[in-house]
């Protein structure tokens, strides 16, 4: 006989992998000659991160961080390199197991050691986060997770609020990070509870961390206004997005009037990204628009580097220079549009933008720079070159720095007939995209 033993935890009790041994030794006692698969499971609370260790490999990071009431800690989460993602269990850190029953305070509890763990594992290098949400200790609505990843909770006066509920009815403005965390988190539970109301987390889970009736109103107050500033926190965030889309979509009109809505609602909220976004995206609707206003474009525009340069947000800034660049050649300046592109294209480069350093080029084609498209291969040199035979702009060359060496599978003299057909000498500013390189030359007057 075979016996599959696929158990959870049993909380605050054993680990899902010792309630699979006693399991195991339990059967054994009666069925000696059964063999036994050992595969214990998680719904998202403690033990999960452990699964995924289990079933992917990887390794334990631990990180001094701090628990719920925030004393300090030691906790772990499990990092899965082949992925490049973390498992973090809220419990570890935040969770029920580390504080005793007469100790438990979820109106003075917080999940600032869960965002420590999630804040370690993106400096580690995480592109997403899983995070398994049961077996918590707290009741903040992930107040204290955000601010450990650099978001504000502002009172009146513009003092940061403490991530507990006792004081969330301080809180009257929430901000987010000037730069924010590029990574993906998704979530882990077995349970489809709604936030709030009879139903809600605070009613259901409340008990079981400490909640007494007569805290239940002022939790539930806390969470339901954090939801609510929240939601207003993202909507220049959200306003900024569809002016992009509608300025993409080619309705000036409604871009400029969603576009400046996102700027009014970051001045209101001192999101000094958001303005940023906002003001490039009115420089450049003011670039375009029929009858051209060059002057509020240039005007916006610059507003608008000089957010970015303050705020060290450099992807942001390679475009602000690109649209300056493109202001300033329908303008008429074509040094000054150079000099804004070729700023966009270092930066570009040094984050390795693939597709903005192909806008890039393609400005520089406007301007009347010859492009150059050079490649090693002598058959995709071939067909590189009838592709764009009838296109006056752009020559195909050979890469020399690349091409000198006879290639597998290349016959001897290779070498010299590719240099038959080399054209000009790669200079150290070509672009390299998707394997080819594009080179700006002196524009063609």
Avoid at 42 to 57: M, Q, R
Avoid at 259 to 284: M, P, V
Avoid at 390 to 405: C, I, N
Wanted: hydrophobic share 40%; charged share 25%; with cysteine.
């Amino acid at each position: 006989m075979r016996i599959l033993i696929a158990p959870d935890k049993f909380k605050e009790s054993l680990t899902a992998m010792q309630v699979a041994a006693a399991l195991r030794d339990g059967f054994h006692s009666v069925l000696a000659e059964a063999s036994f698969d050992i595969v214990p499971v998680a719904d998202g609370g403690e033990g999960t991160a452990g699964i995924f260790h289990e079933a992917l490999g990887g390794d334990w990071v631990e990180v001094a961080t701090h628990d719920a009431l925030g004393r300090p800690v030691k906790a772990s989460y499990a990092w899965i390199p082949s992925g490049e993602f973390a498992v973090i269990d809220m419990s570890a850190a935040s969770g029920l197991w580390r504080i005793p029953a007469d100790e438990r305070d979820p109106s003075h509890s917080s999940t600032f050691g869960t965002g420590e763990l999630a804040l370690d594992a993106i400096n580690h290098g995480a592109k997403s986060l899983v995070i398994g949400l049961g077996g918590s200790a707290t009741n903040d609505a992930g107040v204290g997770m955000a601010v450990a990843l650099g978001w504000k909770f502002l009172d009146l006066d513009g003092q940061p609020v403490a991530p507990y509920p006792a004081d969330f009815g301080r809180i009257r403005r929430i901000v987010a990070p000037a730069k924010p965390h590029s990574c993906s988190v998704t979530g882990l539970c077995d349970v489809g509870n709604p936030l709030l109301g009879e139903s809600g987390a605070t009613r259901i889970f409340g008990a079981q961390k400490g909640v007494t009736p007569d805290a239940l109103p002022l939790l539930e107050d806390g969470v339901r206004l954090s939801e609510e500033l929240g939601v207003k926190a993202y909507l220049a965030s959200w306003t900024v997005n569809l002016a992009g889309g509608l300025l993409a979509a080619g309705n000036l009109t409604r871009a400029r009037e969603t576009a400046q809505r996102a700027l009014d609602l970051a001045l209101a909220h001192k999101e000094r990204g958001h303005q940023a976004y906002a003001l490039r995206l009115l420089g450049e609707i003011a670039a375009r628009s029929e009858p051209r206003d060059l002057g509020l474009a240039e005007k916006d525009l610059t507003q608008a580097l000089a957010l970015a340069e303050e705020l060290g947000m450099r992807p942001l800034l390679g475009r602000i220079h690109l649209s300056l660049g493109e202001m300033s050649r329908l303008g008429g300046d074509h040094g000054k549009a150079e000099a804004h592109i070729f700023h966009a294209i270092s930066l570009f480069r040094e984050m390795d933008m693939r597709h903005w350093l192909e806008e890039a080029a393609g400005q520089l084609k406007a301007l009347g720079h010859l492009l150059v498209i050079a490649h090693y291969n002598l058959g995709l040199y071939d067909f590189l070159k009838e592709r764009y035979a009838e296109d006056a702009e752009v020559t195909v060359v050979l890469d020399r720095r690349r091409g000198e060496r006879r290639r597998p599978g290349h016959p001897p003299g290779s070498e010299r007939r590719a240099s038959d057909r080399r054209g000009p000498e790669l200079r150290d500013g070509a672009l390299r995209l998707h394997g080819f390189v594009v080179i700006p030359t002196e524009p063609a007057r």
